[in-house]
C-alpha cells in the first residue's frame, strides 16, 4: 500500500502562482515514476506532469513553460511549481504514482484560478 497526500490547493488570480506538494508513504520502495493529473467539471482527468526517480519529467502540452514539477527522493515527495496559472487550469489536482503494477491516487487538492 501506499499513501498519497496532496496539499497546497488553493485561490488564485488568473497570472498568479501556486505550489502543489505530495507526500508519499508506505510502500514505496518500488516506486519510480510518480505524477500529477488533473481533473476540471465535467471532463476527464488528464495528465498534467511526470517525473521518475533519476529526475526525467514529462508535461503536458498545455502546462509546458508554465508549470515545473520536482521531487525530493529523501523526503518522498513530488512537487509541482504552477506559474502564470490560467483558468481554464482550475481543476482537483491529483497525485499519482504506481508500486508493483498498482496505481495510487491521492484524494486531490482544488485549484480554482479566477479572471
Known amino acids: 500500500q501506499v499513501q498519497l497526500v496532496e496539499s497546497g490547493g488553493g485561490l488564485v488570480q488568473a497570472g498568479g502562482s501556486l505550489r502543489l506538494s505530495c507526500a508519499a508513504s508506505?510502500?514505496?520502495?518500488?516506486?519510480?515514476?510518480m505524477g500529477w493529473y488533473r481533473q476540471a467539471p465535467g471532463k476527464q482527468r488528464e495528465l498534467v506532469a511526470t517525473i521518475t526517480s533519476g529526475g526525467s519529467t514529462n508535461y503536458a502540452d498545455s502546462v509546458e513553460d508554465r508549470f515545473t514539477i520536482s521531487r525530493d527522493n529523501g523526503k518522498n515527495t513530488v512537487y509541482l511549481q504552477m506559474n502564470s496559472l490560467k483558468p481554464e487550469d482550475t481543476a482537483v489536482y491529483y497525485c499519482?504514482?504506481?508500486?508493483?503494477?498498482?496505481?495510487?491516487w491521492g484524494k486531490g487538492t482544488l485549484v480554482t484560478v479566477s479572471s
Open positions: 508506505g510502500s514505496i520502495s518500488r516506486v519510480n515514476v
Open positions: 499519482n504514482t504506481y508500486s508493483y503494477g498498482i496505481p495510487y
